[in-house]
């Protein structure tokens, strides 16, 4: 890596401790943000993995494996947390398995509470189509937030091209709602950078992402989008909702 010095020696000093109060997460933000805003996808994650150490993980989608195959570089055995709605594509699931199959990850499937059949039992059937925001708090953010209580900082796969709403993502900055740190090491990665580094690499893709569903989420709020339409046109189409709740 080749991080500033400032950064490295804070970071040295940083990793000595284990949980970190709230006040010194939001220093570290406070610092550090500005100073990694344009480095390299790699120093930041490398950043990252120095100051926090196992108090740190990745989240993945499954849409693609770029930041698992660039995090596992970096420090390989890192955690990638993925959250199992129980909605997801077979697809989605294939690229789940291949990626822990193939890249030197500790893959962490997060199941929600309780399981389809039972939310559907205690909130009558398809809460997706009464209530979406529900389901998402259900089955995602509550997941993930229990899901990271053992971390004081979590990697996105975010990026400011994706959609007008992530335009403001910083690559280091505070998660309110988490209270943790959070990190967007392709934040300022376009689309043909992405590309780029899936070829270059050989890096693991969702097939669907080939089949007309360029944002893939659960599949009873994702359709297929046209060439051309906004990418996450297809998310929870016909309705107001855009986002799950994770990145809110
Ligand atoms: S994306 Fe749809 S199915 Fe998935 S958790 Fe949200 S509302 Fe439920």
Redesign the pocket.
């Known amino acids: 890596m080749t991080a500033p010095n400032t950064i490295a020696a804070r970071a040295r000093r940083g990793s000595e401790t284990e949980g970190r109060s709230t006040d010194e997460l939001r220093e570290i933000v406070f610092h550090v943000g500005a100073e990694l805003e344009l480095a390299p996808a790699e120093d930041i994650i490398e950043w990252a993995v120095a100051t926090f150490g196992d108090r740190f993980c990745i989240t993945s989608s499954m849409a693609d494996a770029v930041l698992s195959h660039l995090a596992s570089k970096v420090a390989p055995g890192i955690d990638v947390v993925f959250l199992d709605?129980g909605?997801h594509f077979a697809e989605t699931i294939g690229t789940r398995d291949a990626v822990e199959a193939t890249l030197p990850v500790n893959l962490i499937s997060i199941t929600p509470v309780q399981s389809v059949a039972e939310q559907d039992a205690t909130y009558g059937k398809d809460?997706?189509k009464t209530d979406?925001d529900l389901?998402?708090a259900l089955?995602?953010v509550q997941p993930l937030k229990q899901s990271l209580a053992g971390y004081d900082a979590w990697a996105t796969g975010l990026r400011r091209a994706e959609t007008h709403n992530r335009v403001i993502a910083p690559v280091v900055g505070w998660d309110e709602k988490k209270q943790k740190v959070k990190v967007s090491p392709l934040a300022r990665w376009s689309d043909e950078e992405v590309e780029r580094y899936i070829t270059d690499n050989g890096v693991l893709v969702n097939p669907l992402q080939y089949d007309g569903y360029p944002s893939i989420?659960?599949w009873?709020?994702t359709r297929r989008v046209a060439p051309g339409e906004d990418p996450r046109s297809g998310r929870w189409a016909g309705t107001n909702k855009t986002e799950?709740g994770i990145h809110q």
């Open positions: 709605t909605y809460l997706y979406p389901c998402c089955r995602k989420g659960c009873p709020c799950c």
